[in-house]
């Protein structure tokens, strides 16, 4: 167990909607990624925020927003879904995101479907 | 062009068996280069962690990077069941996570 409990693990939704995944690093973890995971383009940086504040942008779409609250916790919302978006979202925490050996925990990802 | 090429396999074998894994590069500035395992239903667990060219080994695990080459390799030796998962090469320029691009993965059924 990473310690990165991310909520559901599963959603099933339809093109159009509204979705909101969740994320709770590890104790102590500042640091917060999400990454989008599909079989062709394998894992895709998409956005980390460090203590509150965004801290990178990677691939990700304007209809794709993400947030940390105080208590660290991070959520992924994303609207006007498209079959396209079908993937796995993964969350990853780390402590120390100077750039010295950083390592990454990922949780277990939410399987979003859109039909 | 990817910034880093995997095999997507699948690769099976017997356990017992030396297992190699492999991605190419592009990027030259490469100088960290991870190897993630990846069993089913799970995320990615960091399984070994290399700076520059050269090889590393724990345990069964063996990491081999060739710059020249753009060239990385996993070796399991001695290869269980439990190894069954996929298995994802990350490389990064300056070792930060927002700035890791991976492979698409590489799938190893070990049979018992």
């Known amino acids: 167990d990473s310690g990165v409990t991310q909520t559901p693990k599963h959603l099933i939704t339809a093109t159009g909607q509204r979705v909101t995944l969740r994320c709770s690093p590890r104790?102590?973890?500042?640091?917060v990624y999400w990454y989008q995971q599909s079989l062709d383009q394998g894992l895709q940086f998409l956005i980390q925020?460090?203590?509150?504040?965004?801290?990178a942008k990677g691939n990700i779409l304007e209809r794709f927003s993400a947030q940390q609250f105080p208590d660290l916790h991070s959520e992924l919302n994303l609207s006007s879904l498209e079959l396209g978006d079908s993937a796995l979202y993964f969350c990853?925490?780390?402590?120390?995101?100077?750039?010295?050996?950083?390592?990454?925990?990922f949780g277990s990802g939410t399987q979003l479907s859109v039909l | 062009q990817k910034e880093v090429e995997q095999d997507p396999g699948p690769l099976s074998v017997p356990e017992g068996a030396i297992v190699s894994l492999n991605c190419t590069y592009s990027?030259?500035?490469?100088?960290?280069f991870m190897w993630y395992r990846q069993y089913s239903r799970k995320g990615p667990e960091l399984l070994m962690y290399?700076?520059?060219?050269g090889n590393k080994e724990d345990g069964r695990f063996t990491a081999q990077v060739d710059k020249s080459s753009k060239y990385i390799s996993l070796f399991i030796r001695d290869s269980q069941p439990s190894d069954s998962a996929t298995y994802l090469c990350?490389?990064?320029?300056?070792?930060?996570?927002?700035?890791?691009?991976f492979g698409t993965g590489t799938s190893l059924t070990v049979i018992p």
């Open positions: 990853a925490s780390s402590v120390d995101p100077s750039g010295f050996n950083e390592k990454l925990f």
């Open positions: 104790s102590g973890d500042l640091s």
């Open positions: 925020y460090y203590n509150g504040e965004e801290r």
């Open positions: 990027n030259s500035a490469f100088q960290y």
């Open positions: 290399t700076y520059s060219s």
């Open positions: 990350a490389m990064s320029v300056t070792n930060t996570g927002n700035q890791f691009y």
